[in-house]
């Protein structure tokens, strides 16, 4: 099989396998569609609180809208307890008709694994059975009862000395998820050190042989790999190394949403041609005017510092883009910083 190919989620079924990573702070609707029209294949919200669903927090509601071009998406939730996870996956469901809920068992934010949620669930497998026992309820049961397909994304274990993803990962089968992503970190690591891709093929293993033991053919239930994923090369040698059925770019698609293009081209063809800068500040733009659209020119241009500033990396003279970009305030700041690219 090439390694560039269809995945299925359930009864979902996607074009190919380079997806965008839930990614705090960043992926929005704009975000998204920058990254589809540079051919990610899925894409997930960033994480959205169960308990503010719940609670009917409208922040909450617009992080789950989906993209102008989204054909198929994943609402990702984060919560420890089952009932407020139940019920918070039937108002997605009910606000979004998304075709995939994911759950977050894996963010090492001291504020959310003091919930129970995020990587305590991956520290916890008797607690992760019942919140992805609960969700999967609430949407319908597994996706050969017609139910929507629920995913969960781990982390390798808590610390060095506590490593649970063998136990989270199979709690996470028994409960029926369709899918399951791992992050090779520990929760202790947050995002320094290496990933380990060691345990994401050892995961891969396990997920087979489960299928095995259940009269499932194998890749039924596909695995996904994130971490240490910055260029496209990385994309192709995790694909390789692990099994993984798909990679999820997080850190590395961050004002690169290219990578997709290149994984593509390099999976498919060999190589790829870098982005000319016109292109790279073009796509900025576009992201820009759509989170304009999605809530404010104010709260677009401040939230899109950063954004720029990541898009501006490579491009001749990028320093004292930055410089500039880090004070624009409106629109109009913006086309002037880079008048000489537009």
């Keep these: 099989m090439s390694l560039y190919h269809p995945v299925k989620i359930g009864n979902v079924e996607l074009k190919g396998n380079l997806f965008l990573a839930p990614v705090a702070g960043y992926s929005d609707a704009a975000f998204r569609s920058v990254c589809i029209e540079n051919g990610a294949c899925f894409t997930y919200t960033e994480m959205v609180s169960a308990e503010a669903l719940v609670r009917k927090n409208l922040k909450t509601e617009i992080l789950m809208r989906r993209a102008m071009n989204e054909k198929a998406y994943s609402v990702q939730i984060f919560g420890g307890e089952p009932e407020i996870m139940e019920a918070a996956a039937h108002i997605v469901l009910e606000k979004t008709h998304c075709e995939v ?90 995002y320094e050190g290496h990933s380990d891709w060691n345990i994401m093929k050892e995961l891969v293993e396990l997920v087979r042989a489960w299928e095995s033991a259940h009269g499932m053919s194998a890749g039924q239930i596909p695995v996904f790999g994130s971490g240490d994923l910055f260029k496209p090369e990385d994309a192709k040698a995790m694909l390789e190394q692990t099994g993984a059925d798909a990679v999820m770019f997080a850190r590395g698609a961050m004002g690169n949403p290219f990578i997709f293009r290149d994984a593509t081209s390099l999976l498919t063809k060999g190589s790829y041609e870098p982005v000319p800068p016109e292109e790279r500040v073009k796509t900025g733009f576009a992201e820009l005017e759509r989170l304009v659209a999605e809530t404010s020119e104010q709260h677009a241009c401040l939230e899109m510092r950063k954004r720029f500033a990541a898009y501006s990396k490579g491009i001749s003279g990028g320093a004292a883009l930055r410089a500039r970009i880090v004070h624009a305030a409106t629109v109009a700041d913006y086309k002037d910083i880079f008048s000489q690219f537009i």
């Design 101 to 190: 809920i994911d759950i977050n068992c894996g963010c090492p934010v001291p504020k959310i694994i003091k919930t129970g949620a995020g990587s305590a669930l991956t520290r916890d497998p008797d607690r992760l059975f019942k919140v992805a026992e609960a969700v999967v309820k609430a949407a319908g049961g597994s996706p050969r009862e017609g139910g929507v397909p629920v995913t969960v994304k781990i982390r390798s274990g808590w610390e060095s000395k506590q490593m649970t993803w063998r136990e989270a990962a199979t709690a996470a089968l028994e409960a029926g998820v369709s899918a399951i992503t791992i992050h090779p970190r520990t929760r202790a690591q947050g």
